[in-house]
């Protein structure tokens, strides 16, 4: 296993241990192997985020 493995399964054991319901987050829609790396480690997709900028 990997870094990011281990530091998903640390996160996941904190929060276990806090008596948390789950965790959630947040990556960018073009990260497709992040994605995949997440659902093996039993996320499940929700939703798709769209953000929104004003430049002046």
Same mark, same amino acid.
């Given at each position: 296993?990997? %870094? !990011? !493995?281990? $530091? %998903?399964?640390? %996160?996941? @054991? ?6 948390? @319901? !789950? $965790? ?12 995949? =790396?997440?659902?093996?480690k039993? =996320? @499940?997709? %929700?939703?798709?985020?769209?953000? =929104?900028?004003?430049?002046?």
């Amino acid at each position: 296993m990997g %870094i !990011g !493995g281990m $530091l %998903i399964d640390s %996160i996941e @054991k904190w929060a276990r241990d806090e008596s948390s @319901k !789950g $965790l959630r987050l947040v990556t960018r829609e073009k990260r497709e192997q992040a994605h995949n =790396f997440y659902m093996k480690k039993g =996320f @499940k997709e %929700i939703k798709l985020q769209k953000n =929104f900028k004003k430049y002046f």
